[in-house]
């Protein structure tokens, strides 16, 4: 009878779940959920990008600074993500090695804790609603905003930012500011607007002026003959 039940229940006697099992599902489980957190930082890294670039077309100094505020964390969360699941490939390959020591278990362990750390302070909810294409997800979108840019940047990423920032608004100032006049570079063009017996005026002016000057000397011959013919 025990036979027959262990041959419907598709089991055998020695099938048995080990810790080892649950530790890789366990691995294999915060490996998916990391996998899709990280899908959602650089999807909101990258909308992120497009907002502060139309922060800088329309000037909005305010919404650009906000704008790398929030960027600038999102990254920080991606380069955790990354090292976490650096961290957690190297616990699967050890446990599906049967190498199960005590590095794993500190790896696994040290993995699990940053990456609930991480989910306390930007949890995977409000990273789907930063990259919510629908809109649907609006308010959590703006509660996830503000959170991110009511965080203190460290000094290194404050710097960063606002480098940045004057980067990205000194690029505006140059499509809008006219071009340098010319400036002729050639050591003969410099020695001539340096000579002070050169005439400062330009050569259609000189031009203009020679020609005024000429009619009216032909005026004036002209009047002198006709009354010279006249008499």
Request: net charge negative; proline share 3%.
């Amino acid at each position: 009878a025990r036979e027959m039940g262990q041959a419907f229940s598709g089991r055998r006697a020695d099938d048995h779940v080990t810790d080892q099992d649950r530790m890789m599902l366990d691995v294999k489980v915060k490996r998916g959920r990391l996998a899709k957190y990280r899908e959602g930082l650089e999807r909101a890294i990258q909308l992120e990008s497009e907002r502060s670039m139309d922060c800088v077309r329309a000037k909005d100094h305010r919404g650009l600074k906000q704008s790398l505020t929030r960027r600038r964390h999102l990254q920080g969360y991606l380069e955790r993500a990354l090292t976490m699941q650096s961290q957690l490939d190297r616990a699967l390959d050890d446990i599906e090695m049967s190498h199960v020591t005590r590095d794993a278990f500190a790896g696994l362990s040290s993995a699990a804790k940053a990456l609930q750390q991480m989910h306390n302070e930007l949890p995977l909810e409000r990273v789907e609603a930063l990259v919510d294409a629908t809109g649907a997800l609006r308010e959590e979108k703006e509660r996830a905003e503000e959170s991110l840019c009511s965080m203190a940047l460290s000094e290194e990423d404050d710097r960063a930012v606002q480098l940045e920032l004057e980067k990205l608004e000194a690029s505006v100032l140059s499509d809008i500011l006219p071009d340098a006049p010319f400036t002729d570079p050639t050591p003969q063009a410099q020695s001539a607007a340096a000579d002070p017996r050169v005439e400062s005026s330009p050569a259609p002016l000189k031009r203009a002026t020679a020609n005024a000057s000429e009619s009216e000397d032909n005026h004036a011959k002209g009047m002198v003959e006709g009354h010279v013919v006249a008499m």
